[in-house]
């Protein structure tokens, strides 16, 4: 017994344990962030309200007191003292050194053999430079403290922060309850050692948080019961935890009473740790409530505790950790694999060779989605379908619509004798160029006066609006082929649209509806020939009731398919009203002159009316296609091939970010696999060699 208390705890582990390669690996996964954060990983780690002693608990486990704690010293409850995660690493070696290591640049350092309040001091200095959760002196940036000597084994484990709770400072009770809950909530490997001070459980609010927080707490929880001076000696309170009989219980044996430098003794300043060791033993022997279950007491208890859950922990979990950390990998480059591509280089040259193959992409994809028209409905066929409702509008448009009668002659009488007669369906007329190309005034149903476009002009509305749909249409497949080829680059997405996209578009509608204004302008010169003019469906069925000579062979009519495209066209050329009107019985006496030739001029203007119709009907599709369609794949490509588009190159944000993320856990994976075999074949043997429960590394 007298050859062990001589021991520090962690030095009856030593480094000949077979663990050594197993808690290597485990230290080398808790210290790297980047795996601490993506693995489920076993480890033990210190949690409690603050105060509590779990710094000085965790000195007094490595046997020196280095680790910046509260010293005799009466504690300011408002103040954390631990005010970032430190992960503890001790490694067994010849020399005595301690490190520190932090993500931050500029913090860290090695010195060898330290004296205890140097590391101490330093500890104290690294928080000035440590980023601090807003409102809060606490960080969330662990720090590497390892200690190496010939008296440590190797062992990691990490102290937090106090978890505070009190009613005045709700920002810091949230920001150290989530800094102990990042290391105890996911991670359901992690060991918890709530430091508690011996009393009721039910009052301790970092108890109930672990309960809360980490249903399977009662399996990977050690309790570490302090302060035990504080009771009376006649209170059973702490020895009913500490068998498990209080309403928060834990696996058998998982609650350790400890007792520090209570303030007692005068000459307690002095004790270093071997000697604070000796005093705890002796007065637990002493203590009525303790003598009896003194197994449960001190800190070598706690020591073995911990290491015999940490053991089967990794016995347990590290295979399957070691199986998660190769999927990962696996994963993790299969993903920067996919993520290849979109990677923006440093170089601008090699910006310049992105930014080209995107825009050849872009370039491929708005061709398919354009011309690839026969199987695509959202390229030529929705472009087809608004030619068909053009056509259809055009052929609505009535030239006689509330003209009447009256204002016609009245345009013929001031034109009598000045103008050639009027030809059957010439067009050069004065009479028709006036009902045809000059705008007029009607009567509407209610009597009332109203203006009116000339007919020929009420179809450049209909054009324009047929170029704005053309134009929404191609729009929306340039925009579907932008979001294809450019969705991982918003940056440069957005300059595209708005420098190349719109100008090109805007430009383009303005040709376009420039050009069909100019061929409408166009349909008002008169010209002697017209081409033939569509027949009225009354025409028509009179050829078709022309009498055959032979009865045996069907009409003509009935088989041509001319015919047919005629009768369409006759239906939807001609104005029912007129129809109705020309086709009717006329009057008679001497208004029957007077009527016929008003019925010719109607005639007459609708049929001349007709062919221009048709002219625009061919014309202006034609001049959208050539003008709007064709060139605007390759006026894209011009305007892109102009633009420097490498200025805008940046890679979405969110895919960034699972690119660094991937990258660093592929690194650290490839770093931390290697050992892995070694890690395995030493739980293997350990498990085979010493089946019970609580064996000692
Ligand atoms: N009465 C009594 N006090 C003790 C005992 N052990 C430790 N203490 C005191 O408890 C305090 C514990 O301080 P720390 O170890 O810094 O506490 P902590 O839980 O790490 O606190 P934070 O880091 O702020 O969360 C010190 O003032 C010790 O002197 C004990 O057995 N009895
Ligand atoms: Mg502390």
Request: glycine fraction near 4%; include cysteine; aromatic fraction near 6%.
């Amino acid at each position: 017994m007298s050859g062990e208390v001589t021991e520090t705890p962690v030095a009856k582990y030593g480094q000949s344990s077979e663990f050594g390669v197993v808690l290597d690996f485990i230290q080398r996964m808790i210290s790297n962030d980047t795996l601490r954060q993506a693995f489920n990983i076993p480890h033990l780690v210190m949690v409690g309200r603050q105060n509590m002693a779990k710094t000085t608990l965790i000195n007094r486990l490595i046997g020196r007191y280095l680790l910046p704690m509260r010293r005799n010293e009466t504690a300011n409850t408002l103040q954390a003292r631990t005010t970032y995660p430190i992960i503890l690493n001790l490694r067994n070696g010849k020399r005595s050194l301690v490190e520190v290591k932090c993500d931050i640049p500029g913090i860290g350092g090695a010195v060898e053999n330290p004296k205890d309040d140097t590391v101490e001091t330093f500890l104290n200095q690294v928080t000035a430079h440590l980023p601090k959760e807003e409102g809060t002196p606490i960080s969330k940036t662990p720090v590497n403290v390892t200690l190496q000597g010939p008296e440590f084994t190797t062992l990691t484990l990490v102290d937090l922060p106090g978890a505070h709770f009190a009613n005045d400072d709700p920002r810091m009770n949230l920001v150290t309850q989530n800094l102990v809950l990042e290391y105890i909530e996911k991670n359901t490997n992690s060991i918890i050692v709530i430091v508690s001070e011996v009393g009721d459980p039910t009052g301790d609010s970092a108890i109930n948080l672990v309960m809360q927080k980490a249903p399977d707490f009662r399996s990977r929880t050690i309790c570490a019961l302090t302060k035990p001076d504080k009771l009376r000696e006649s209170d059973d309170m702490g020895k009913r935890v500490a068998m498990n009989g209080s309403s928060f219980t834990l696996d058998d044996n998982r609650f350790i009473v400890l007792r520090g430098k209570d303030g007692t003794d005068p000459k307690e300043k002095d004790w270093d740790a071997e000697t604070t060791r000796v005093q705890e033993k002796l007065w637990f022997a002493r203590h009525p409530q303790y003598k009896d279950i003194q197994h449960v007491c001190g800190i070598d208890r706690l020591m073995d505790t911990m290491i015999s859950l940490l053991a089967e922990k990794m016995i347990t979990e590290i295979p399957i950790l070691v199986t998660q950390m190769r999927r990962r990998k696996k994963e993790v480059d299969d993903i920067l694999e996919e993520l290849e591509d979109s990677e923006v280089p440093e170089s601008s040259e090699g910006k310049g060779g992105v930014a080209m193959k995107l825009k050849e992409n872009l370039i491929r994809e708005l061709n398919k989605l354009l011309f690839n028209n026969t199987s695509n409905t959202a390229g030529g066929e929705r472009v087809r379908q608004l030619f068909n409702s053009f056509h259809q509008e055009v052929f609505r448009v009535d030239p006689l619509e509330l003209r009447n009668d009256d204002e016609i002659r009245r345009q013929q009488r001031k034109l009598e004798g000045v103008a050639a007669p009027l030809g059957d369906s010439s067009e050069n007329s004065q009479l028709l160029q006036r009902l045809l190309y000059e705008k007029y005034t009607g009567v509407q149903a209610n009597g009332k006066p109203i203006a009116l476009l000339s007919p020929v002009d009420r179809l450049l509305p209909l054009s324009e609006k047929l170029v704005r749909n053309v134009e929404a249409t191609l729009r929306d497949i340039v925009q579907k082929a932008i979001e294809q080829a450019l969705s991982k680059f918003p940056t440069l997405k957005q300059a595209v649209e708005a420098k190349v996209v719109s100008k090109i578009f805007d430009k383009k509608r303005e040709q376009t509806t420039e050009f069909i204004r100019q061929f409408l302008e166009m349909q008002k010169k008169s010209t002697d020939i017209v081409f033939a003019p569509i027949p009225t469906p009354r025409e028509i069925s009179v050829w078709e009731g022309f009498p055959l000579v032979d009865h045996r062979k069907p009409h003509p009519c009935m088989t041509s398919k001319m015919t047919s495209h005629m009768k369409y066209l006759a239906k939807n050329l001609y104005p029912e009203k007129l129809l109705q009107e020309i086709d009717g019985s006329g009057s008679h006496g001497l208004m029957y002159k007077e009527h016929e030739e008003i019925k010719n001029v109607k005639r007459n203007v609708v049929r001349c009316f007709n062919v221009l119709k048709m002219n625009v009907c061919d014309t202006v599709p034609r001049c959208i296609l050539h003008f709007f369609v064709s060139q605007l794949v390759d006026d894209l490509d011009r305007a892109l091939e102009k633009e420097n588009l490498v200025e805008f190159l940046e890679e979405r944000k969110d895919i960034r970010d699972k690119r660094i993320l991937c990258r660093k856990q592929s690194l650290a994976l490839e770093n931390a696999l290697p050992h892995t075999q070694d890690v395995l074949h030493k739980l293997l043997r350990m498990k085979q060699g010493s089946p019970q429960k609580d064996r000692k590394m």
